[in-house]
């Protein structure tokens, strides 16, 4: 997992290392590192036309990045240009680059010469930004490289300009920002690599914590067994599902066929009568569960915690769910189970707030993530949740005593202690209906399977192991979302389509 922190934190542990290796050392350690990533980049052009790389350049560090790395371009024979936005100018790196050969124009004498470039080095703002500030309009097909962050992206919380510069790639310093993850940030840094400056971090405690592919797999990885192959269906997981209704009877349907398409044992579906025999022909592989049924398996539960064995390991509630009647019988025995339990869509509006003996994992949207907080007496607005989403989503989690998922371009994940984790790997095109009950079939298979939980029946899973699960869910069907916009449009279908191809990808 990557440390993300904030630009305070990032400006303090910068100023330690400035004392102690002054401030040029630094921007030229910087500088050393963008101008490898603009050859990598250089490189990958099929063109036959030599290498000419433009870069903007502001008036402070970020703009000395810059000229030092086109000074180190200069000297490898790379043709540069630069570009000055501002009067103002980093003098010592401008003295350096003019000495290597480079030439300085202003923007306004030297714009036509960025149609021309192979490269285009964003070092107009980086940690320094302040929003307001007018940008440069790039040619629409430019390959641009940013220096730290994309200029006009806010680097703490990810607000960006309309005019911000979308770049293909940025080339952060020293640690991830969590400003090049929220909000805008996705959409406008491109792919994100973290240049290491060989910080000390140690007197800063990062904010959160980024879960990137190698930490999914390792997480997914951590209990898994040569053992796991010999098991039988009882033991490859058995998920609970408590969903649908007359209203909304497809949601049930998609989070069934996900969790039957990630390979799990067993589902067994507590769905209204109405629409029982659609789920027996559109999941065959489905069992129906019955009030009955629910309350044995809900006493042998108990019973394993006593030596006999129970069948359900998990539950998933919400999707379809009529959420105007508050959970009865059956289904009421099912909060106040000792079985993990993700609960998604109508199943936030009838989940218990306060302290619970189930381990359960919360799935809002921003929007329903504000009726969580109203319900337990937060009244808070849309946008304020969004320029501080851990925040309220740590309210929540603390609220209801559970690990809550936020759902959007960058998923939060935050345990009822406070921890917290962003899933970043996402598409865009997962905005689509029935893109969450697909998430919620994958969570609630996985925290179905002891392979992964990695508990049997004496312990409830911990919330750790729940918020790392949920993360994984999260790349997973981030991942599955790519893969999906790859080749076509995406709806909730055509994911469930390409899960178990997806699923297999990560050991499945
Ligand atoms: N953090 C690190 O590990 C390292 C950072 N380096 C580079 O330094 C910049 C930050 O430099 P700084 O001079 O503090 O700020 P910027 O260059 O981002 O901004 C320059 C300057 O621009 C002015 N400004 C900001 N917004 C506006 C606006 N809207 N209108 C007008 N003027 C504006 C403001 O005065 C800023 O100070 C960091 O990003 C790295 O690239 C080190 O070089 C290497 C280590």
Not at 272 to 287: F, N, Y
Not at 321 to 330: Q, Y
Not at 344 to 370: I, M, N, Y
């Amino acid at each position: 997992m990557i440390p993300v922190y904030s630009v305070a934190q990032i400006r303090a542990v910068e100023a330690q290392e400035n004392s102690k290796r002054g401030e040029t050392s630094l921007m030229k350690q910087a500088a050393s590192h963008l101008a490898s990533t603009a050859l990598g980049m250089l490189a990958e052009n099929t063109s036959a036309e030599p290498a000419f790389v433009v870069a903007l350049i502001g008036p402070g560090n970020n703009g000395g990045d810059g000229l030092y790395a086109l000074a180190e371009l200069q000297l490898q024979k790379i043709s540069t240009l630069a570009l000055q936005f501002h009067e103002q100018v980093h003098a010592e790196a401008a003295a350096a680059y003019q000495a290597a050969g480079g030439t300085m124009l202003d923007l306004s004498d030297g714009e036509c010469e960025l149609a021309k470039a192979s490269l285009i080095i964003d070092a107009i703002y980086g940690l320094g930004y302040r929003p307001g500030s007018a940008l440069p309009v790039l040619p629409a097909n430019a390959r641009v490289l940013a220096c730290d962050v994309p200029s006009g992206l806010n680097p703490d919380t990810g607000v960006a300009e309309d005019g911000v510069l979308l770049a293909e790639r940025t080339l952060t310093f020293g640690a991830l920002k969590s400003g090049l993850l929220a909000i805008d940030g996705p959409l406008v840094t491109g792919d994100i690599t973290v240049a290491d400056l060989e910080f000390d971090f140690s007197s800063v405690e990062a904010g959160t914590q980024l879960v990137e592919e190698t930490a999914t797999r390792e997480l997914l990885n951590q209990h898994r067994s040569w053992r796991d192959a010999g098991r039988h269906k009882y033991q490859r997981g058995v998920l609970g599902l408590i969903a649908g209704s007359d209203l909304y009877p497809g949601a049930a349907q998609l989070t069934a066929k996900a969790a039957v398409a990630c390979g799990a044992g067993l589902l067994r579906t507590h769905v209204p009568e109405s629409i029982q025999s659609m789920m027996a022909l559109s999941v065959p592989e489905s069992v129906p569960l019955d009030d009955d049924q629910i309350k044995e398996a809900l006493s042998s539960s108990r019973r394993q915690i006593h030596g006999k064995g129970a069948k359900i390991k998990a539950w998933a509630i919400g999707p379809g769910l009529d959420g105007r009647t508050p959970p009865t019988g059956a289904i009421a025995d099912v909060f106040a189970s000792p079985q993990p339990a993700v609960i998604d869509a109508s199943g936030l509006e009838v989940v218990p707030a306060g302290p619970s003996e189930q381990p359960r994992v919360l799935t809002p949207h921003a929007k329903e993530l504000r009726m969580l907080l109203s319900r337990a007496g937060v009244k808070i607005t849309p946008d304020e949740i969004a320029q501080d989403p851990i925040r309220w989503t740590r309210w929540a989690a603390l609220a209801y005593n559970a690990v809550v998922l936020l759902k959007g371009p960058t998923s939060y994940i935050v345990a009822p202690n406070g921890d917290s984790l962003m899933v970043s790997h996402s598409a865009p095109e997962l905005a689509t209906a029935g893109s969450g009950d697909v998430l919620t079939g994958i969570l609630g298979y996985m925290l179905s399977d002891s392979s992964l939980t990695g508990t049997e029946g004496l312990r409830t899973v911990p919330n750790r192991r729940m918020m790392e699960l949920t993360a994984c869910a999260a790349y997973i069907h981030g991942h599955l979302g790519r893969v999906t916009a790859a080749d076509g449009t995406v709806n909730a279908s055509r994911l469930i389509e390409n899960l178990p191809k997806v699923m297999k990808q990560f050991g499945f």
